[in-house]
């Protein structure tokens, strides 16, 4: 998908106060699971359009870029990062990597695990959030696969979001980018300040 783009400085994947913010995006919202939900809706503590992932079961419930599963991303950039909002229930995101091995490895984040672990292919880490306070995360993906696997970062081929969260943006970058160094329509503004952390 973005392997002939060059690629430098910051890329965002999901910008909700954009347009269309999921048009890169496939949304899973299955209709079985009760108060299943994913929308586009405004956030009333920093007044902006955010993308609201809700079920109660997270597993079925998620957004993922590309849209298709014969896709790639193509994502050169080793710095993911988000402007996050954790809401009530379980919550967790996932990025395949291709390492230097040629194989996919899954990084996974989630707010349900009490220890970080691997097994086979799969690198998980606890994920701690404030409830109800918007957040700033910066994950550096080669730093993860090198420690989980021992080997080097090619690329990025998927993102996935699993229901519970509000996003307000999904980027990666060439290095870490503090809140403040982001382009200001990138950044985020609350309206209340005691709702930031």
């Given at each position: 998908?973005?392997?002939?783009?060059y690629?430098?400085?910051?890329?965002?994947?999901?910008?909700?106060?954009?347009?269309?913010?999921?048009?890169?995006?496939?949304?899973v919202?299955?209709?079985?699971?009760?108060?299943?939900?994913?929308?586009?809706?405004?956030?009333?503590d920093?007044?902006e359009?955010?993308?609201?992932?809700?079920?109660?079961?997270?597993?079925?419930?998620y957004?993922?870029?590309?849209?298709?599963?014969?896709?790639?991303?193509?994502?050169?950039?080793?710095?993911?990062?988000?402007?996050?909002?954790?809401?009530?229930?379980p919550?967790?995101?996932?990025?395949?990597a291709?390492?230097?091995?040629?194989?996919v490895?899954?990084?996974r984040?989630?707010?349900?695990?009490?220890?970080?672990?691997i097994?086979?292919?799969?690198?998980?880490?606890?994920?701690?959030?404030?409830?109800?306070?918007?957040?700033?995360?910066?994950l550096?993906?080669?730093?993860l696969?090198?420690?989980?696997?021992g080997?080097?970062?090619?690329?990025?081929?998927?993102?996935?979001?699993?229901?519970?969260?509000?996003?307000r943006l999904?980027?990666?970058?060439?290095?870490?980018?503090?809140?403040?160094?982001?382009?200001?329509?990138?950044r985020?503004?609350?309206?209340?300040?005691?709702?930031?952390?």
């Open positions: 998908m973005l392997r002939s783009v690629q430098s400085g910051i890329l965002t994947l999901l910008n909700a106060a954009g347009s269309h913010p999921l048009q890169l995006w496939a949304v919202q299955p209709v079985s699971v009760e108060a299943a939900r994913i929308a586009v809706e405004r956030d009333s920093i007044g359009s955010v993308v609201t992932l809700a079920s109660s079961d997270l597993a079925s419930t957004i993922s870029c590309p849209k298709t599963a014969s896709e790639k991303l193509g994502m050169k950039l080793p710095y993911i990062f988000l402007l996050i909002k954790s809401t009530d229930g919550f967790s995101f996932e990025v395949e291709l390492d230097s091995q040629g194989t490895r899954r990084l984040a989630s707010s349900f695990e009490a220890r970080a672990r097994e086979d292919d799969i690198g998980i880490v606890p994920l701690r959030l404030d409830e109800d306070c918007w957040s700033y995360l910066t550096d993906i080669a730093l696969l090198e420690g989980a696997f080997t080097s970062y090619r690329e990025t081929s998927r993102v996935t979001f699993h229901a519970n969260a509000k996003l999904v980027g990666f970058a060439d290095r870490i980018v503090p809140e403040d160094q982001l382009p200001a329509e990138l985020l503004y609350c309206l209340d300040s005691t709702k930031t952390s």
